[in-house]
């Protein structure tokens, strides 16, 4: 079994200034094969203090739900039954305004950051919304 918690703490910055998504992808995760209960799932989200679960299809494609939500999930259920599969994936080099018009367009409210193969996190709409005014000023409006 692959359980993994991966975090950035530091942002990351482009020579303009601007973050990047890999840099805003910061939200601490757990990974779990698709044949997990809720109530399984849980208990590794809970160990590992990760606010999103992260659930690993055979086809190697994946889905998240997070911990508050697996809370209302009755627990023999399959963890894959909660999940959310994003449609588009962001490059880490993507920029705040690109990640934001990819969720517009997307009608989601995270999407995962991903370089080739390897899932390097998730970026959701608060953690966009939520920068500081000046780093905000500093991007470029979406088209």
Same mark, same amino acid.
């Given at each position: 079994m692959d359980m993994r918690r991966i975090e950035t703490h530091t942002p990351a910055r482009t020579n303009s200034g601007v973050r990047a998504a890999k840099g805003l992808s910061s939200l601490g995760f757990v990974s779990v094969p698709a044949?997990?209960?809720? /109530? *399984?799932?849980?208990k590794v989200a809970e160990a590992k203090k990760a606010p999103f679960v992260v659930v690993q299809e055979a086809a190697g /494609?994946?889905? *998240?739900v997070s911990a508050a939500e697996l809370e209302c999930a009755p627990a023999g259920h @399959?963890?894959?039954r909660w999940v959310r599969?994003? $449609?588009v994936e962001v490059s880490p080099q993507a920029r705040q305004h690109e990640a934001l018009a990819l969720m517009d367009a997307a009608g989601t409210n995270w999407l995962p950051v991903r370089a080739a193969t390897v899932l390097m996190g998730l970026v959701t709409r608060q953690s966009l919304t939520q920068m500081a $005014? *000046?780093? @905000?000023? *500093?991007?470029p409006a979406a088209a």
């Open positions: 044949w997990f209960t809720v /109530g *399984a799932a849980r /494609g994946f889905g *998240a @399959l963890v894959s599969r994003s $449609p $005014p *000046a780093e @905000l000023s *500093a991007t």
